[in-house]
T-cell receptor, first 112, second 113 residues
Framework: NAGVTQTPKFQVLKTGQSMTLQCAQD?????MYWYRQDPGMGLRLIYY???????DKGEVPNGYNVSRLNKREFSLRLESAAPSQTSVYFC???????????FGPGTRLLVL | KNQVEQSPQSLIILEGKNCTLQ??????????LRWYKQDTGRGPVSLTI?????NTKSNGRYTATLDADTKQSSLHITASQLSDSASYIC????????????FGTGTRLTVIP
């Protein structure tokens, strides 16, 4: 089992460009999450999907959109990237909402 | 305001020594508390989970304690190894509802030979 996979690993964008971060899990988990991690701030929840077909805003959703494509895949889209979105993005999944989460390796995003 | 605070922010210890990391929280009502280990450049990995009724949980050389009355938890690492160098994150889950996962900012542990 690969667990949680994320693509790409690294990305550099110019302000105003758009991109989609991809996440997939092969553990048959119901819930999936997107976090960003900034120095000194810990992990902050952007969006989550408690179950297939549902998505909800987390603590810092502004500037992002998500799609729960199917049970395995949960993507995060930046429509118009801003330097404030420079961060490391982690996708996670859990068997049920609030259960122990399994994290992907992260995507490092730099917005110039 | 629901918060999770960890101390110290960073810690350097010699290989083979023990250490204790602290987590204080104000989350109420409380469901459970988890400790995660995050190696540099990787995603966090769960170490332990404790519910309200549990006051200790072990995972190999890692032992977590919980005092739900004082809202404090600690993670004790015994006989540290170089591979223990990582950030340790305390995560508190409130009762059911949206946005009820509260993350600490972590303690950065460095084990030196």
């Amino acid at each position: 089992n690969a667990g949680v996979t994320q693509t790409p690993k690294f990305q550099v964008l110019k302000t105003g460009q758009s991109m989609t971060l991809q996440c997939a899990q092969d553990m048959n988990h119901n819930s999936m999450y997107w976090y960003r991690q900034d120095p000194g701030m810990g992990l902050r929840l952007i969006y989550y999907s408690a179950s297939e077909g549902t998505t909800d805003k987390g603590e810092v959703p502004n500037g992002y959109n998500v799609s729960r494509l199917n049970k395995r895949e949960f993507s995060l889209r930046l429509e118009s990237a801003a330097p404030s979105q420079t961060s490391v993005y982690f996708c996670a999944s859990s068997s049920q909402y609030q259960e122990t989460q399994y994290f992907g390796p992260g995507t490092r995003l730099l917005v110039l | 305001k629901n918060q999770v605070e960890q101390s110290p922010q960073s810690l350097i210890i010699l290989e083979g020594k023990n250490c204790t990391l602290q987590c204080n929280y104000t989350v109420s009502p409380f469901s459970n508390l988890r400790w995660y280990k995050q190696d540099t450049g990787r995603g966090p990995v769960s170490l332990t989970i404790m519910t309200f009724s549990e006051n200790t949980k072990s995972n190999g050389r890692y032992t977590a304690t919980l005092d739900a009355d004082t809202k404090q938890s600690s993670l004790h690492i015994t006989a540290s190894q170089l591979s223990d160098s990582a950030s340790y994150i305390c995560v508190v889950t409130g009762k059911a509802g949206a946005n009820n996962l509260f993350f600490g900012t972590g303690t950065r542990l460095t084990v030196i030979p």
